[in-house]
């Protein structure tokens, strides 16, 4: 796939997009916060529940951990080397990752099929959606009108509360906070399980 890299202005115009900025490390973590936030209210507007994980991430309930872990073994395999040596600071933990990575190998396609099919056997996710469905029609709502009820009845209140415990955690290690910053840790540790989006966090700010 080819990708411009180009997107309009506030005068509609199209301009070379500067992506300099996106190598920061607070900005990266902002727009990661807002990119986990938008596909968890996704998530749940489409009639799904939730729980946070920590860290801004989510999961869909009802999906069996085991399951999902099934497609985390790079995952698993850096936790148990983790393990090993005793590590616990993140820098030394990425050396762990980048050295340990075996070159991927190809693999047949048939015998991939194979591998998927037997792991989709350890959890119906037909029966969830279809549970998910059933439920939204017990409560006599469409998805289309679960979205307005979603995005209607979420209380301001919350993004208030959100917004001043990200401030409390933060005033405890640093005097100073930006916008972007406060906005990052609301939506990573305090907006996730009560459905509060960015816009919600920003009209709260105003």
């Not at 749940?44 to 399951?67: A, D, V």
């Not at 693999?107 to 991939?112: E, T, V």
């Not at 840790?185 to 907006?191: H, I, M, N, P, Y």
Request: glycine share 6%; net charge neutral; charged share 25%.
């Amino acid at each position: 796939a080819l990708t411009l890299n180009m997107g309009l202005d506030h005068d509609g115009k199209l301009r070379a997009i500067s992506i300099d900025e996106l190598f920061n490390e607070k900005l990266n973590t902002y727009f990661g916060s807002i990119y986990q936030a938008s596909c968890h209210k996704g998530v749940r507007e489409l009639g799904y529940q939730t729980h946070s994980i920590g860290n801004g991430m989510f999961e869909i309930s009802g999906i069996p951990k085991e399951f999902l872990d099934s497609f985390s073994t790079r995952a698993a395999e850096i936790k148990a080397l983790k393990k090993e040596f005793g590590v616990k600071d993140a820098s030394t933990v990425d050396q762990i990752a980048k050295y340990s990575r075996v070159e991927k190998r190809q693999h047949n396609a048939s015998l991939l099929q194979d591998l998927w099919a037997d792991r989709s056997k350890a959890f119906d996710g037909a029966a969830l959606l279809k549970k998910t469905l059933k439920q939204c029609d017990q409560n006599n709502i469409t998805q289309d009108e679960n979205i307005k009820n979603h995005l209607r009845d979420i209380p301001k209140k919350n993004a208030l509360e959100a917004i001043n415990l990200a401030v409390g955690h933060l005033s405890n290690y640093q005097t100073k906070m930006d916008y972007n910053q406060l906005l990052s840790k609301s939506l990573k540790d305090f907006a996730i399980d009560q459905n509060i989006s960015l816009i919600d966090l920003k009209k709260a700010l105003e």
